[in-house]
């Protein structure tokens, strides 16, 4: 049974930082691109960032270049996203997905609300 299950959402101040996890299980993981998607209420899932089962490939949304890392860990089996400098705008729920090919997977989200 696949699963992926995200971590490390709350409450956060602007300016601040948040570190999401999203562990994976069920599945060859160094094998798998994985992303970050986001959907806040009333509007529809966007991609955050995006990296290449092997690592080397990075993507990000212009919306969250320069504040946002994607990172992997093929011994973890996890993917992380550090966020930085957060913004109010950046307030949504957050997803992990994992892609290979015609499979791909989701995980349940992780609430992220950047607020003072």
């Known amino acids: 049974q696949v699963q992926l299950v995200e971590s490390g959402g709350g409450l956060v101040q602007p300016g601040g930082s948040l570190r999401l996890s999203c562990a994976a299980s069920?599945?060859?993981?160094?094998?798998?691109?994985m992303g970050w998607y986001r959907q806040a209420p009333g509007t529809q899932r966007e991609l955050v960032a995006s990296?290449?089962?092997?690592?080397?490939?990075?993507n990000y949304a212009d919306s969250v270049k320069g504040r946002f890392t994607i990172s992997r860990d093929n011994v973890k089996n996890t993917v992380y996203l550090q966020m930085n400098s957060l913004k109010p705008e950046d307030t949504a729920v957050y997803y992990c997905?994992?892609?290979?090919?015609?499979?791909?997977?989701w995980g349940k989200g992780t609430l992220v609300t950047v607020s003072s």
């Open positions: 997905n994992a892609v290979r090919g015609v499979m791909e997977y």
């Open positions: 069920g599945i060859i993981f160094r094998l798998y691109a």
């Open positions: 990296i290449s089962s092997s690592g080397i490939l990075l």
